[in-house]
């Protein structure tokens, strides 16, 4: 590779990262249907044509954010996860619990361009699909393990899953392999209660109800680990 390409493939990687850096901060003021390449080329001082040769459309650049959201969430789950005692089953998944939780906080816009409404006509594609799956691939890793060590053990206080869902949980045990279906369904129950939680904290359902967030956060992921079957 020769040092001119070198050179203007480190300046075309700094222009994306100030275009995707200029953008996040238009999502906080403008939201993701207010996005515009032409609104971020102006606050670069470029050309509106200019900025089409690194994002083409409004879609590629909201594809960008999404990507740099999925990943930026997937590290903060592993990263936790890694500073856990391996047969720590439970204190791994409060942990990645967390994790997830402070980022929310930290970077509500992205969170909100993750999962909160659809963006009108904007469609994700392929691309966004192995970043989005880091933090679940995380929580998968985790039952699994307290699974193989026979450390996961689901109190019988739910009815069967009805065999309808059958194919669903096959679907979704690539992601926890070897546990049964009951399991899967409780796996669901428990991932959608901890974003739930986030979202109604984020967007402000708890605003004269619930005070005391942190503490009703960890009280409430604590009771999803007794679900799970996790150990005390």
């Known amino acids: 590779m020769s040092a001119s390409r070198t050179a203007r493939e480190r300046v075309r990687a700094e222009l994306i990262r100030e275009i995707t850096d200029i953008a996040r901060r238009h999502l906080a003021t403008e939201g993701a249907t207010g996005l515009s390449l032409r609104a971020v080329a102006r606050e670069m001082g470029m050309v509106s044509s200019a900025i089409y040769r690194y994002f083409p459309s409004r879609d590629d650049l909201l594809t960008a954010l999404i990507i740099d959201g999925y990943n930026a969430l997937g590290e903060a789950a592993e990263k936790a996860d ?21 980022w929310a ?3 509500p ?6 999962y909160g409404s659809p963006v009108p006509g904007y469609r994700a594609p392929e691309d966004t699909i192995a970043p989005a799956a880091r933090d679940t691939a995380v929580y998968g ?6 699974n193989t060590a026979g450390r996961l053990t689901p109190p019988a206080i739910l009815p069967e899953p009805p065999a309808i869902i059958a194919p669903d949980a096959e679907a979704i045990r690539m992601l926890i392999p070897g546990v049964s279906d009951d399991v899967i369904t409780r796996a669901v129950t428990a991932w959608t209660g901890l974003f739930g939680m986030v979202s109604f904290e984020l967007f402000g359902q ?6 005391h967030r942190a503490e ?17």
């Open 82 to 102: 890694a500073a856990c005692a391996r047969d720590d089953y439970t204190g791994r998944w409060l942990a990645v619990c967390h994790a997830i939780r402070g």
């Open 105 to 107: 906080l930290a970077h």
């Open 109 to 114: 816009h992205e969170y909100a361009l993750l």
């Open 141 to 146: 890793r985790i039952l699994a393990d307290a």
């Open 206 to 211: 708890f605003v004269g109800t619930i005070d």
């Open 216 to 232: 009703f956060f960890e009280h409430n992921m604590t009771g999803l680990a007794r679900l799970l079957g996790l150990p005390a």
